[in-house]
């Protein structure tokens, strides 16, 4: 199995966090359609941190976690 790595860390106040969740829910979907297990690594400590998880745990809900993890 090819796994693929994706890291989002990110320590900063968001000023627009609807623009960039939307982007990023986009994003998190296309990457889980198109590999066969994607591994997210997520930062624990600011706005996008936060907005990245929340939103990946959407996605993985929706698409199904089995070709993904999040850590």
Not at 37 to 50: T, W
């Amino acid at each position: 199995m090819h796994i693929f790595t994706v890291s989002l860390f990110g320590h900063r106040m968001l000023r627009k966090p609807a623009a960039m969740e939307s982007a990023l829910e986009e994003t998190v979907l296309r990457l889980l359609r198109e590999h066969e297990f994607v591994e997210f690594l997520i930062g624990r400590n600011g706005d996008f941190d936060l907005l990245a998880a929340s939103v990946i745990r959407r996605c993985r809900r929706s698409y199904g976690a089995d070709s993904s993890a999040m850590i």
